[in-house]
């Protein structure tokens, strides 16, 4: 049996937890937790997790998750620097924090896992970069694959790139609310029933996403063959093009990176 250890309990989490305990790999493991808040970690209880009753106890396990905030990486850390091992492999999920900084605060030869997971990982359906440093086996990195794959996509990517995939894939499910966000209002103003509006919006992103991925057409395409031309898509297209909406994007995702590095500091 396979320890796996988790170090916060919240939204993703909680997920990836839910995620372990749902798929075939539940059988083979043992799940523990820690969580200030210990009525959350209970909660976890129906899935199988064990509640931990510090930091370091589940930094005995031979995986631990790192699913704490940024902003706490300071102060929780240092708490588990002597209980981690040479076996040890702690997998981040936090925004901006590299293997350098990591290792800084718990031991100079800790292994380490990057994973930028998203959201969507609450119903199955997330997406999660991955990058390991050269002393994580294969047998081990396939180990991190396989839970987060238990909740949705994966994809491997360089350690020196983890910055900046958050705007591709961590951040932008906001990003993607927000444009809906205008969709939704102008269906309301339109009169449009609600429900309506977003349930057919939202299969259409569904959609949308299929045939980027699955049609084997360019996305330059793909807006070809909704506009046809003097027709109702180009008089739309023309208001986004005329406020660079793929500038403004880039512009977004820039400022999300630069934000990484600052927090990486």
């Not at 931990?52 to 631990?64: F, R, T």
């Not at 902003?71 to 076996?87: G, R």
């Not at 609310?177 to 259409?204: H, N, R, W």
């Amino acid at each position: 049996m396979t320890n796996i250890g988790f170090l916060g309990t919240g939204n993703m989490g909680t997920a990836i937890l839910k995620g372990i305990a749902g798929s075939a790999m539940a059988s083979q493991v043992k799940l523990f937790a820690f969580d200030p808040d210990a009525s959350k970690t209970e909660a976890l209880a129906q899935f199988g997790v064990q509640k931990c009753d510090s930091e370091a106890d589940a930094a005995a396990c031979k995986y631990l998750f790192l699913a704490i905030k940024p902003q706490m990486f300071d102060a929780v850390l240092p708490k588990i620097a002597n209980a981690v091992t040479e076996e040890t492999i702690l997998v981040s999920i936090a925004a901006g924090i590299g293997v350098d900084y990591i290792r800084k605060l718990t031991k100079p030869f800790v292994k380490v896992v990057l994973a930028m997971p998203n959201t969507p990982l609450l119903l199955g359906a997330g997406a999660t970069a991955l990058a390991r440093d050269a002393s994580v086996t294969d047998e081990e990195f396939a180990v991190v694959q396989n839970i987060f794959s238990a909740c949705g996509k994966t994809a491997v990517i360089p350690p020196d790139k983890m910055k900046e995939i958050i705007a591709i894939n961590g951040s932008s499910p906001a990003f993607i609310y927000l444009f809906a966000k205008g969709f939704l209002a102008y269906a309301a103003s339109a009169g449009l029933p609600e429900d309506v509006a977003k349930c057919l919006f939202a299969q259409t992103l569904v959609g949308s996403a299929k045939m980027i991925t699955e049609s084997g057409f360019s996305i330059d395409e793909l807006i070809r063959q909704v506009s046809s031309p003097g027709g109702t898509t180009l008089a739309g297209l023309d208001c986004f093009y005329a406020g660079n909406l793929t500038d403004v994007v880039q512009d977004a995702c820039d400022h999300c990176t630069k934000r990484a590095y600052e927090l990486s500091k």
